[in-house]
C-alpha cells in the first residue's frame, strides 16, 4: 500500500488530546497493555530498536522486534501498525516468528506457518483493520495471509492489495493503472469493480478517491458504475491530501500533511478531518507532528 497522495490502510480518527509534560517512555518485550499507536520508526538512530508512539504520548520501545535483516544492519526487517494502531505485526527477534502484537490486550499471537528466513528480506507487510488479515508482498507475488489459521491466498497476477473495508471483509486491489477490483478477503472472489483505487466504505459499496489534481474527493457508487450523484467534496487548501478512510458507522475521514515528504530531518504535521458528506465540510478532529529524527517513519494505516 502506498504513501502519499492515495488512500491506503487507514487509520481511525481517535477524540484523543496529548497532555502537556514529557512523554512517557518504557521497553515492551513481553506482553504488556499499552494505547494505539500514532507511529512507528527508530528514535534518533538508524540502529535503534523500533519504538512506538502512541495516541496519549507514550514512547514505547519494541525491545523483541526484529530490526535488521541481517548483520550488516544495512537493510531494516519490516513492520506494520493496523489502520487503527490496534495492532503491530513484525517478526520477532528471538525465534524469528511473525506475530501479532495487541495493544489494547497486550496479547501477542503468533501468525502460523511464518518464520524469518533470507528470503523474506525483501518483504513488506502490510496489516488489515481488526489484525485479521496481513498482505505479504515481494517481487514474486502478494500474498493474502490469514493471521489465525496461517492459510495463504495468492492475489491474482497484475493486482496489488490497497485498502480494506473497515471490518476487513473486503480487499481493494489495483492494477499498474491504479484501475480497481473489489475482492472478498477471505476467498478472493470479486465482488466489484472501481476506475480508480480508493478507500472501501464499511458494505463495500462506494470507493472515495482523490481527484486526479488532489482538489477534491469523489465518492464511487460500485454497483451503479459511476460517482454516488453528489457534487466532488472539496479539499482543505494549503495541506497534501495522505488519505481517506471510512470506519465503521460509516464516516469518511481525511488525513492531510505538511509537508509533503516525512522523515529527511523534517518534522512532518499530520491533520485529521470528519468530512460532512451533505455539506462537504471538513471538521478539523486530530493534529500531531512526526519528528524529523525519527527515521524510517511508519504512520499507522502506511505500509513501511
Not at 548483520?71 to 528471538?94: H, I, N, W
Not at 496461517?150 to 493486482?159: F, K
Not at 460517482?227 to 467534496?233: D, E, L, W
Amino acid at each position: 500500500m502506498k504513501a502519499f497522495r492515495r488512500p491506503a490502510l487507514l487509520i481511525g480518527v481517535l477524540f484523543v488530546i496529548m497532555g502537556a509534560g514529557a512523554p512517557v517512555e518504557a521497553d515492551m518485550a513481553a506482553e504488556a497493555i499499552g494505547p494505539s499507536v500514532r507511529y512507528a520508526g527508530l528514535n534518533g538512530c538508524f540502529c535503534a530498536p523500533w519504538t512506538l508512539w502512541t495516541w496519549d504520548g507514550q514512547v514505547i520501545r519494541l525491545t523483541d522486534a526484529r530490526v535488521f535483516t541481517g548483520k550488516a544492519g544495512k537493510q531494516r526487517a519490516p513492520l506494520a501498525l493496523s489502520p487503527d494502531g490496534e495492532y503491530v505485526a513484525y517478526f520477532r527477534r528471538e525465534d524469528g516468528a511473525l506475530v501479532i502484537r495487541g495493544m489494547s490486550t497486550g496479547r501477542v499471537r503468533e501468525v502460523p506457518g511464518v518464520q524469518w528466513s533470507r528470503r523474506l528480506r525483501a518483504t513488506r507487510i502490510d496489516l488489515a483493520p481488526a489484525g485479521r488479515y496481513l498482505v505479504l508482498g515481494s517481487e514474486q507475488d502478494d500474498r493474502v495471509l490469514d493471521a489465525r489459521s496461517g492459510r495463504s491466498t495468492v492475489v491474482p497476477s497484475g493486482l496489488q492489495p490497497w485498502s480494506f473495508s473497515p471490518g476487513a471483509k473486503l480487499m481493494l486491489a489495483v492494477d499498474d493503472e491504479f484501475r480497481a477490483e473489489i475482492y472478498s478477503t477471505a476467498t478472493l472472489t470479486e465482488r466489484g469493480h472501481a476506475p480508480v483505487g480508493g478507500a472501501l466504505s464499511p458494505d463495500g459499496t462506494t470507493v472515495a478517491h482523490f481527484t486526479s489534481d488532489d482538489s477534491a474527493i469523489i465518492l464511487w457508487d460500485v454497483a451503479a458504475g459511476r460517482s454516488g450523484g453528489r457534487q466532488p467534496i472539496p479539499l482543505p487548501a494549503a495541506k497534501i491530501p495522505v488519505r481517506l478512510r471510512w470506519d465503521g458507522p460509516g464516516h469518511l475521514d481525511l488525513q492531510m500533511v505538511v509537508p509533503g515528504k516525512v522523515g529527511n530531518g523534517v518534522d512532518a504535521v499530520y491533520s485529521w478531518y470528519r468530512l460532512d458528506l451533505g455539506s462537504g465540510a471538513a471538521q478539523p478532529v486530530d493534529t500531531f507532528t512526526v519528528p524529523g529524527s525519527v527515521y524510517n517513519p511508519i504512520v499507522a494505516g502506511l505500509s513501511p
